[in-house]
Each structure stands twice: as structure tokens, then as C-alpha cells.
């Protein structure tokens, strides 16, 4: 009879700690489901993101992007201008995450952010996780009479509005502006830059800002030299008037395309320096007890930590300076999901480190400008022509975020037309510089 309660006193205990294991396993994963959460599926979060599942696999990471597709933003001028597929340039974030399942995306647009809380789409809310990444970038101002070139949507509505007998100005002589004007001179017959200088894509190295100049003439796009203060339609009320600040207006254009004016986006505001408009965090990519006080519900003990990074972010001391671009995002990702785990195994932080392997700018269908390596100071690193276009394309299609991406890149780089020609000109002119 002893023996007999003892068992029955023994199964009673163990069913009770089941119990208890249950409903902390039911907890843990209410909880855990919203472990890391990332705000914009742009470069740095999707790049985030896929590293992070690779460090810690056991981690749900929530991913929140209101868009359907990924879209390697490089390649856009190349869609626009019918010169790849969608499929080339862009992917669902359900295709890009499908091996790595802790990786769960949320189609929203972040409205709100609070210290321990997102607010998506006005009345869903994301709370109890341990640590956010802010990732939602700049978004375009929109410009009356002006189409925006910054999304994958953009690009989709150029490509189908584009005709041979346009004549299209572009705003804007950054590196954007300088490709896009390049790809068009190809495809309408007319084609003009509006700049508020002769010194194109300023922020380039001097190897590819001469290129680009030159690739702009010999394109017979035109050069406009001005600042745009007011777009309207023109009399006969199809063409577009272009007014500059020196009082002189420009009305013969059928399009007009902007491609400055974004800023940093609307949740994201209350947190940005007046200064630049950027976000400040420290090396590790971490917002600063500075910056998270902004917060109206900050509790410095109990709010989880939050890091931004891509071109909402401002690094502290020398690099506070550096251009945004694809390049730097991509760095910062790694160094994201590494301070990321990090933070939830308590350890320290990796500090940022910006290392500059280059820039690349295309310049036509095959034509294109790179300054690999820049600190070594090489001329031998500075390409042109087919050659550095074949560069580039092979650097994107290695730098595509999934295997799979990167196949269906390298399939239409070789389906190009007169692909194998110009990859022999190339290397002639490779074999010729060296």
C-alpha cells in the first residue's frame, strides 16, 4: 500500500512539472515568436536577416516589409530599360527566406515605433521582443508632375510608359541620375540631365566621375545646368514645363523623373538629428541612451535595444561622413546580425568598420566604370568599357542574397545578346591596360 501511493504520489508530481514545462514552452514561444524583429525588408534588413538565421538558428526573427518582392535596387536601370526580367532583379520574401525557417515576414508598413512596440498599418502591434533592427531606409518625396525612381514599382511604371520618340529629363546628377540618364539615351530620343553643377556623381572617385562624364556626352544625352524649382504642365497640356531658379523654363519634355528628395522614413523622424536627418548610433550600430530618451515610455532597464543602419543611420567620430550606398548597407548587415546575437548572448559589441572595395557605375547596356580597391592607389584597378560592365554585373549576380537569385542572374547575364563578344573585347582591353 506505501509503495502504491508513493507511485501514485510520484506520477501526480510528474505530471504537475509537465505541466509546468508545457505551459513555459507555451510562453517561450508566445515570446520568442517576436524574439528579434526587423523593420524593412530593403538591403539591411534582408541581409540582417538571412545572417542572423545563420548565427542563430534558434532565434524567431520577424521580418516586417509592406512590399511583396525583394528588389536589388543596382540592377533597377537595367529592368527599366527592358535590359533584365523582374525575376533578375527582384524576388518574394517568402522565395529569399524559404531556408530558414526561425525567419517568419510580416507584409505591413511600419506607422509607429515605440521603444518596446511597432506599430504596423495604424492598429497591429508588435511588442515583447528582446531587440529591434530599423531598417526602413529613405522613402521619395513626391515631386507634382514628376516620376519617382526608387522602388521596384518605379521602375515597373517606366518600363511600361517608355517610347522611341520621347523626350524624358532626368533631376538629379548623383550616381543615380548619371545611370539612369545613360540607360535612356539608348532607348528615347531625347534625353536630359538636370544638375545644379558640371560635376557630376560629386561623391565618386575621380576615375569614375571622368568616365561618367565623358559616357554622358557620347551617349548624346544633354547636360542642363540648374536647379529645378517648379514642374508643370506645359500649355498644350502634354508636355511637362521645367522652371529653373535663374527664372528660365524648359517646357519640350514628355517625362520627367526625379531622383532626389527622399528622406528618411515618417516612423523614423522623431528619432533623427535635425542636423542630417539620420538616426545617431553608436560603432556598434546600436541607438545611443541619447536616442532612445526620445522615446516618451523609455525605461533604461527594461526596453529592448534597438540598432538602425543604411542610410537612416549616422556613425559616430571619421565614418559619420560616409555616402550611403549598397556597398556600406551590405557591411553594416554583417556587423548587425553579429551585435544582434551578441546582444541576446550578452556579449560586446563588434564595432563598424567601414572597408571601401570599390564603386561601380553602368553607364549603358554594355557600358560601365569601376574603381576596385581604391586604397591601393592603383591605375591598373580603374576599368571601363564592356569589361568593367562585365564586372559589375558578375560582382551583383555574386552578391544576390540566395543561391537561387544568384543563378537566375547569371543566366541573364549569359542570354545577353553578343554576350560572348563583348566578354572577349573585354578581356582584350583587361590584357591591354595591364
Known amino acids: 500500500r506505501c509503495f502504491e501511493e508513493d507511485r501514485r504520489s510520484f ?30 525588408g530593403g538591403f539591411g534588413g534582408t541581409y540582417t536577416a538571412l545572417q542572423l538565421a545563420r548565427l542563430r538558428p534558434q532565434t524567431e526573427i520577424t521580418l516586417v516589409e509592406s512590399r511583396p518582392r525583394f528588389c536589388f535596387l543596382p540592377l533597377l536601370y537595367e529592368y527599366a530599360c527592358s535590359l533584365a526580367t523582374e525575376d533578375e532583379v527582384s524576388a518574394p520574401y517568402e522565395s529569399i527566406f524559404s531556408s530558414t525557417p526561425n525567419v517568419k515576414v510580416i507584409h505591413g508598413e511600419v506607422t509607429s515605433i515605440e521603444s518596446e512596440r511597432l506599430i504596423i498599418d495604424g492598429n497591429k502591434e508588435i511588442e515583447n521582443f528582446r531587440v529591434a533592427l530599423l531598417a526602413l531606409g529613405k522613402k521619395p518625396e513626391p515631386i507634382a508632375e514628376a516620376l519617382p525612381f526608387y522602388r521596384l514599382e518605379d521602375a515597373r511604371r517606366l518600363r511600361q510608359s517608355l517610347r522611341p520618340d520621347m523626350s524624358v529629363a532626368v533631376i538629379g546628377g548623383g550616381y543615380t541620375g548619371v545611370e539612369l540618364t545613360c540607360h535612356l539615351a539608348a532607348k528615347c ?20 566621375q571622368a568616365v561618367a562624364q565623358g559616357a554622358i556626352k557620347s551617349s548624346g544625352a544633354e547636360l542642363l545646368i540648374g536647379e529645378v524649382v517648379n514642374i508643370q504642365t506645359a500649355d498644350d497640356g502634354k508636355k511637362k514645363r521645367l522652371e529653373l531658379a535663374d527664372g528660365t523654363t524648359h517646357d519640350e519634355f514628355d517625362m ?6 527622399a528622406k528618411i522614413a515618417e516612423p523614423l523622424r522623431p528619432l533623427a538629428s535635425p542636423r542630417d536627418g539620420r538616426i545617431p548610433v553608436d560603432s556598434g550600430l546600436r541607438l545611443s541612451s541619447s536616442t532612445m530618451r526620445k522615446f516618451a515610455n523609455f525605461e533604461q532597464r527594461q526596453s529592448p535595444a534597438l540598432f538602425a543602419l543604411g542610410d537612416v543611420a549616422r556613425l559616430p567620430g571619421s565614418q559619420a561622413d560616409l555616402v550611403p550606398s549598397a556597398q556600406v548597407t551590405l557591411q553594416q548587415a554583417l556587423i548587425a546580425a553579429r551585435n544582434i546575437a551578441a546582444t541576446l548572448d550578452a556579449r560586446p559589441l563588434t564595432p563598424f568598420r567601414y572597408i571601401p572595395l570599390g564603386e561601380l557605375l553602368t553607364l549603358g547596356r554594355y557600358e560601365a566604370s569601376a574603381s576596385l580597391l581604391p586604397s591601393l ?16 554585373r558578375l560582382v551583383y549576380a555574386a552578391r544576390m542574397p540566395t543561391p537561387e537569385q544568384r543563378l ?12 560572348f563578344f563583348f566578354t572577349f573585347i573585354g578581356k582584350v582591353i583587361l590584357i591591354k591596360e595591364l
Not at 510562453?27 to 515568436?33: N, P, R, V
Open 408 to 419: 537566375i542572374s547569371l543566366r541573364g547575364l549569359a542570354a545577353e545578346k553578343n554576350f
Open 189 to 208: 530620343e531625347k534625353v536630359t540631365l538636370v544638375h545644379r553643377s558640371t560635376r557630376v556623381v560629386s561623391s565618386a572617385s575621380v576615375h569614375n
Open 377 to 392: 592607389q592603383s591605375d591598373l584597378l580603374n576599368l571601363q568599357g564592356p569589361v568593367a560592365g562585365f564586372a559589375r
Open 256 to 261: 520627367v523623373i526625379a531622383t532626389v528628395g
Open 11 to 40: 506520477l501526480l508530481r510528474h505530471q504537475q512539472v509537465m505541466m509546468i514545462k508545457f505551459l513555459c514552452a507555451l510562453l517561450l514561444q508566445k515570446i520568442g515568436g517576436y524574439e528579434v524583429v526587423i523593420a524593412g
